[in-house]
């Protein structure tokens, strides 16, 4: 880091009633001003650690980036005081998802911080059939398998393996179709990165009810490991490109990852194409969270 960007370095982002708990970003809010390669993510790491982070969550989709430039980049958040979360955007039943998730989980053994790997846990099989609302007992029972020989694996190299929530439906009907909470209660080791808006946008299959999606949280004790802060300008809407007003509100997510120990906060915001654009939106996303009451100011 510049001794420039030293000097107007600012003090870590601190939650007011849980100091304890860590306040990141994905890289993702970013990609589409800045590719992923090793100048970008370094500007971003250092931006990271100027405006008080604590941590990044690092897109690599297909784990393209090579052992050597996660090396180098592993320096920088080193010497910037940043934690690395490695995500990759593959999801467990499309083909070819094991060999990004053996890419995915050599590179993450190379950077600093909690050691986590988060992949989709959905996407493909509802890209290709519009009416599909979530999984058959089959597809739930494969998709099972594959995400905790994941974890297993992940777990003898010290990383922990999450999954996210996306277009399938929170919960399942008991009939006809499984939901994310019926993939939790069908395993064991995976976590879930949970995130906020998902549950409730224009392209989930069946949209949740708030309150119900609590109560859930609140029953997967330590299997719960990262969120994305994430606004849905409406039930029914579509990502914004800053924190506001969700269908599920902050404030009630936050209150809960404290009194579940659930340290990782990241922001996701959509990407926009302008690089300053990118940064202001997150300058207006953390005031957000000032006024909420839910960051020192």
Not at 240 to 248: I, V, W
Request: aromatic letters at 10%.
């Amino acid at each position: 880091m510049k001794e420039k960007d030293l000097y107007h370095q600012k003090d870590k982002l601190t939650l007011v009633e849980y100091p304890n708990l860590k306040v990141g970003f994905s890289t993702q809010d970013f990609q589409n001003a800045m590719p992923v390669d090793v100048e970008n993510l370094t500007e971003i790491i250092e931006y990271a650690s100027r405006e008080g982070y604590h941590f990044i969550e690092l897109r690599d989709e297909q784990a393209f980036l090579t052992i050597k430039e996660c090396g180098l980049l592993a320096d920088v958040a080193r010497s910037n005081k940043i934690d690395v979360i490695y995500e990759i955007h593959k999801n467990l039943l499309d083909s070819g998802y094991e060999e990004v998730f053996e890419r995915g989980l050599v590179n993450t053994l190379m950077f600093p911080g909690p050691g986590i790997l988060r992949t989709l846990i959905s996407k493909s099989e509802f890209d290709v059939d519009i009416n599909k609302k979530g999984w058959t007992k089959d597809e739930l029972n494969k998709l099972t398998k594959v995400a905790e020989h994941s974890a297993s694996v992940a777990k003898t190299k010290n990383i922990q393996f999450i999954v996210e929530n996306f277009n399938e439906s929170f919960f399942g009907d008991g009939i006809n179709y499984s939901g994310l909470a019926d993939f939790f209660t069908n395993s064991s080791y995976t976590g879930l990165q949970f995130d906020t808006g998902n549950p409730f946008s224009k392209t989930v299959r069946e949209k949740a009810d708030p309150e119900e999606v609590l109560i859930f949280l609140s029953t997967l004790g330590n299997r719960w490991v990262t969120t994305h802060l994430k606004t849905i300008n409406f039930e029914g809407g579509v990502m914004q490109p800053m924190l506001t007003d969700n269908p599920l509100p902050v404030e009630k997510v936050v209150t809960l990852m404290g009194q579940k120990n659930v340290l990782y906060a990241a922001l996701e915001l959509a990407s926009v194409a302008d690089k300053q654009q990118c940064f202001a939106n997150h300058a207006k996303s953390i005031q957000f969270l000032k006024d909420k009451g839910i960051l020192q100011k």
